[in-house]
């Protein structure tokens, strides 16, 4: 039941930006601590930014390779989260996953969709 589904990837040149979409079916994103992660090819999935769930205005932490750069946010009458990626460089190529701390401490892992990034 519980879905998470990314959107929103493709190929961009350098310096210029995407929009990417998490849907979450099954959980509120309102209620779940939510983040994205990424993998480029050879690497290990690494951290890329954290929405905390409490509080209208919410608690943001991008890591420091995405910092002023990468925005996450959350829609909740949409029940989405997004990350809005700026500024893209190569090294940011990667298969993005959105994640999803829900109730009872379950995790889960969207499909992922893929940001390639060309100079």
């Known amino acids: 039941q519980v879905q998470l589904v990314e959107s929103g990837g493709g190929l961009v040149q350098a310096g210029e930006s995407l929009r990417l979409s998490c849907a979450a079916s099954g959980i509120s994103v309102s209620s779940s601590v939510m983040s994205w992660y990424r993998q480029g090819p050879g690497n290990q999935r690494e951290f890329v930014a954290f929405?905390?769930?409490?509080?209208?205005?919410?608690?943001?932490t991008p890591a420091d390779s995405v910092k002023g750069r990468f925005i996450i946010s959350r829609d909740n009458a949409k029940n989405t989260v997004i990350l809005q990626m700026n500024s893209l460089k190569p090294e940011d190529t990667a298969v993005y996953y959105c994640?999803?701390?829900?109730?009872?401490?379950?995790?889960?892992w969207g499909q992922g969709t893929q940001v390639t990034v060309s100079s």
């Open positions: 994640r999803a701390l829900a109730g009872a401490g379950r995790i889960y």
């Open positions: 929405l905390a769930s409490d509080g209208s205005e919410g608690i943001t």
